[in-house]
Structures are given as structure tokens and as C-alpha cells.
């Protein structure tokens, strides 16, 4: 069985990305320093999904859609909730640590709800609620 473990993103500014996902959004490390050469958040479990590029790129702002050949990587980062609220309440923590919200909390076309907001670096995340999905003892996502 495979198993993604490590998603590993280049980031501009380690000292901005640190207080983004751990004093910002509350990701878990035992870094303590503000500006390591590297650091690893635990999570609980990770999931890996390839999707249409020109689709993810709708899917972000469908009137006006991030520009593949201008550098817009393809690349999604997703954080999956277990209600709407919940939704809401990461994506004012992401507002709160700095995050650009490129997409407002809204029901989705696949049945769902969610929203995207752009880290410091510029990746793209979803915050995502699908009232289909069940997450595991470990709070892993179960497709």
C-alpha cells in the first residue's frame, strides 16, 4: 500500500511560513525555533489526489482562474473538515496568520462546501466539507 508521508513545499520565507502553519493555523511540531533550515509537522494522515489542471484552476475562481503559464504550479494543498462551520472557523485562522482568501466559503458544485485561501508562499489551499465523507479513529479522511 502506498503512502504519502511527507508533502515537502519550497517556501520563500521560513520564518513567515512558521508562524504561519504553526502559530497561525496551530500545525503540531516539535520545532521550536523561528527559522530552522527545515521543519516536519505531525499530521494525522495525508491523502494524495491528481485532478485536471485547467478544472483545479476553475475550481479556485471560475470567473477569473489562477494562470497556469503564469505561475500557477497545479498545486493544491487540501484541509479537510467535518462541518461547515468548520470550514469557516479554518479559514478565519488562516485570514488571522496571513492568508489571502482567493475563495469564500461556498457550496460546491460535487455537493460539498469549501474555500481557498493562498499561503505566504502562495499555495493554494481548500477547506474543504463533503457531508458523504467519514473520517477514521485517527481522523483520516475515508474515501
Known amino acids: ?17 512558521i508562524r504561519f502553519y ?36 476553475e475550481d479556485i475562481n471560475e ?5 497556469i503559464d503564469a505561475g ?3 498545486i493544491t494543498l487540501a484541509y479537510n473538515v467535518k462541518s461547515e462551520a468548520e470550514v469557516h472557523e479554518v479559514m478565519e485562522l488562516a485570514k488571522k496568520a496571513g492568508a489571502v482568501i482567493a475563495k469564500e466559503p ?7 462546501y469549501s474555500g481557498y485561501f493562498t499561503d505566504p508562499n502562495g499555495y493554494y489551499w481548500e ?13 483520516m479522511l475515508v474515501l
Do not use: H
Not at 470567473?63 to 494562470?67: A, W
Open 22 to 57: 504553526r502559530d497561525g493555523l496551530g500545525f503540531a511540531t516539535n520545532e521550536k525555533a523561528d527559522n530552522p533550515k527545515v521543519v516536519f509537522f505531525n499530521t494525522t494522515g495525508t491523502k494524495f489526489e491528481l485532478y485536471p489542471l485547467k478544472l483545479l484552476a
Open 72 to 74: 500557477f504550479a497545479g
Open 106 to 112: 461556498q457550496k460546491v458544485f460535487w455537493g460539498g
Open 1 to 17: 500500500m502506498n503512502r504519502i508521508s511527507i508533502i515537502c513545499l519550497g517556501v520563500k520565507d521560513m520564518a513567515q511560513s
Open 63 to 67: 470567473k477569473n482562474p489562477p494562470q
Open 127 to 139: 477547506v474543504a466539507y463533503n457531508p458523504n465523507w467519514s473520517f477514521d479513529e485517527n481522523d
